[in-house]
């Protein structure tokens, strides 16, 4: 099993430029999650979804958009990018035997917006 | 707006020694506590969550909980340099299945 994976690893953007970063998970989890690391400012939830069809804000979500397109795979898109979106951003899922009780983190793709 | 605070440090230790580290957090309807551990340029990856007050071993690893003083706490004992990492806290309501993430704690163990 890969676990969480995520495209592209690496991606440096003009201002302005759109994108759309790819998470996919094979353990059959119910929940999906996008956050972003700063530093200095730890690990913060942009959006997740809870079930297949399913999407809810997290704690900055602003400037971002996401699509759970099916069970396995839950996509961030940046409409326009700007210079704060320079961050490292992970994808998690929970939801297997042990519940919500753990999350599991993709590698992450590290996003650079000149 | 649910706070977790943690203290950035880096936290020396010899190796050997026990590492503390400790983790604050301001929702009191709060339930269940994690510890995750992340390496340089890695993912996060879990160590291990408490819900009841007292203390929850594993292996190396103890986690603390005291609800009424509203902080959690881990303890590595024998502490290895493979254990220099960022520890973060996160802490999960009874309202949303979302996690909540402290800043971390940067643990050095010097050999």
């Known amino acids: 099993n890969a676990g969480v994976t995520q495209t592209p690893k690496f991606q440096v953007l003009k201002t302005g430029q759109s994108m759309t970063l790819q998470c996919a998970q094979d353990m059959n989890h119910n929940s999906m999650y996008w956050y972003r690391q700063d530093p200095g400012m730890g690990l913060r939830l942009i959006y997740y979804s809870a079930s297949e069809g399913t999407t809810d804000k997290g704690e900055v979500p602003n400037g971002y958009n996401v699509s759970r397109l099916n069970k396995r795979e839950f996509s961030l898109r940046l409409e326009s990018a700007a210079p704060s979106q320079t961050s490292v951003y992970f994808c998690?899922?929970?939801?297997?035997?042990?519940?919500?009780?753990?999350?599991?983190f993709g590698p992450g793709t590290r996003l650079t917006v000149l | 707006q649910k706070e977790v605070e943690q203290n950035s440090g880096p936290l020396s230790v010899p190796e050997g020694a026990i590492a503390s580290l400790n983790c604050t957090y301001s929702d009191r309807g709060s339930q269940s506590f994690f510890w995750y551990r992340q390496y340089s340029g890695k993912s996060p990856e879990l160590i291990m969550f408490i819900y009841s007050n007292g203390d929850k071993e594993d292996g190396r690893f103890t986690a603390q909980l005291n609800k009424a003083s509203q902080y959690v706490s881990l303890l590595i004992r024998d502490s290895q340099p493979s254990d220099s990492a960022t520890y973060l806290c996160a802490v999960k309501g009874p309202r949303y299945s979302t996690l909540t993430f402290g800043k971390g704690t940067m643990l050095l163990v010097s050999p």
């Open positions: 998690a899922s929970s939801g297997g035997l042990a519940g919500d009780n753990e999350q599991f």
